[in-house]
Every structure is written in C-alpha cells, then in structure tokens.
C-alpha cells in the first residue's frame, strides 16, 4: 500500500499540481499586496482619499455605539458590519489575477504554436549532377543544362 501511494504522489502530474498550488499561494500574496499597497491608494484618492478597506454598513451596534472611524473599531465593538470595501478590493483581486493568468497562457499557447509550426518548405534544390543550387520548380539544371 506504501509503495502504491509512493507511486501515485511521484507521478508527473501530482507533483505538477503542487508545485502549481504552492506558486498559486504566492502569487496570491503578491496580488493582494499590489491591490492593497498599490492600486487601491491611487483610486482611493481619486475618489476624495477613500480608503476602500474601511467601507462599511453598520447591521447591528455593538457594546459600543458608532459610528466608527474604521471597520477595525467597529469589529473590536463587535458590531455586525456588511464589509462592502473589503468586496470591492477582493473584486479588483481577483481581475488582477485572471487577467495576470490570461496572459500567462496567452504567452504559454503563442510558444507553442511557434514550436508547432510546420517547417518551411525548401525552394531550391541540388542538381544531382552538378550539385549547384537551383530552384525547386526548374526542370532544367542552368548551370549543367542536365534534365532533372
């Protein structure tokens, strides 16, 4: 059973999957930064220096009453928040990341078409002759004036 699933966890695909995971979860974090640290603080001050993670809708007061300066206050409150900037900045994520994706592959399927293009066909020919290089049509060596 041991050497079974030995087997199955070195298989190409298991181990291709892993290593995607792995490099998915760090591909996340550095998304997530670049919307958090980069992104977002531009559009929020072309909004009038809106902080898009402190958006938020008070539900339900919580042992202290708002309203609150950040969503940070109102959850140390424990209030009951509906977290709409939060929504807004996971939203910007995640189009990151699928368009990030996009033109990985985009890229990836340019490559492979490269590789799989046919190759080119000749257009000359040796004359079996004299050797000289003549077009692939000609039927008549130029320089040996043999038939071909």
């Keep these: 059973m041991f050497k079974e699933f030995k087997e199955f966890a070195m298989r190409g695909n298991v181990v291709d999957m892993a290593v995607g995971i792995i490099i998915g979860a760090a591909f996340g974090?550095?998304?997530k930064?670049?919307?958090a640290d980069i992104i977002m603080p531009p559009i929020g001050l072309l909004l009038g220096n809106v902080d898009f993670s402190n958006l938020f809708?008070?539900?339900?007061e919580g042992s202290v009453a708002g309203p609150f300066a950040a969503l940070a206050d109102a959850q140390k409150a424990g209030?009951?928040?509906?977290?709409?900037?939060?929504?807004f900045n996971?939203?910007?994520?995640?189009?990151?990341?699928?368009?990030?994706?996009?033109?990985l592959i985009r890229a990836l399927n340019k490559l492979k078409r490269q590789e799989e293009a046919p190759a080119e066909e000749p257009t000359t020919k040796d004359?079996?002759?004299?050797?000289s290089t003549i077009?692939?049509?000609?039927?008549?060596?130029?320089?040996c004036t043999s038939e071909l």
């Design 90 to 103: 996971t939203i910007i994520s995640f189009i990151i990341v699928a368009f990030a994706i996009f033109i």
């Design 127 to 131: 004359c079996p002759r004299c050797l």
């Design 33 to 35: 930064s670049l919307v």
């Design 57 to 60: 809708i008070v539900l339900k």
């Design 135 to 143: 077009p692939i049509k000609a039927t008549r060596c130029a320089f």
């Design 29 to 31: 974090t550095i998304v």
């Design 79 to 87: 209030a009951v928040t509906i977290n709409y900037g939060l929504f």
